[in-house]
Nanobody, 121 residues
Framework: QVQLVESGGGSVQPGGSLRLSCAASGTIFSINAMGWYRQAPGKERELVATITSGGSRNYADSVQGRFTISRDNAMSTVYLQMDNLKPEDTAVYYC???????????????WGQGTLVAISS
């Protein structure tokens, strides 16, 4: 069974920075894509950024140029560096990973438990 553990959320003022981490554990054969999503109060969950095992990145327009996603394939970990944070970035951020795991290399897609990011002055 694959699990994701997130860390790094918190509260900062507008213009500040935070770095989120998400580590995958379990009998993992490969992780194809890892990413970050967020859900603000009263809104649907939305994509923030994704990164493939080859390093291809995709960002939501709202965070392009401010957020940077990266991953350490050897550690099965994905990071989200968030700079120049704005109040509208306030949300619960969820990590997501998809790939193959277990002795039978079964496909999996899992979510982390979520970490709160709050931006306010």
């Amino acid at each position: 069974q694959v699990q994701l553990v997130e860390s790094g959320g918190g509260s900062v003022q507008p213009g500040g920075s935070l770095r989120l981490s998400c580590a995958a554990s379990g009998t993992i054969f490969s992780i194809n894509a890892m990413g970050w999503y967020r859900q603000a109060p009263g809104k649907e969950r939305e994509l923030v950024a994704t990164i493939t095992s080859g390093g291809s990145r995709n960002y939501a327009d709202s965070v392009q140029g401010r957020f940077t996603i990266s991953r350490d394939n050897a550690m099965s970990t994905v990071y989200l560096q968030m700079d120049n944070l704005k109040p509208e970035d306030t949300a619960v951020y969820y990590c997501n990973a998809a790939g193959y795991a277990g002795t039978l290399w079964r496909y999996f897609e899992v979510w982390g438990q979520g970490t709160l990011v709050a931006i306010s002055s």
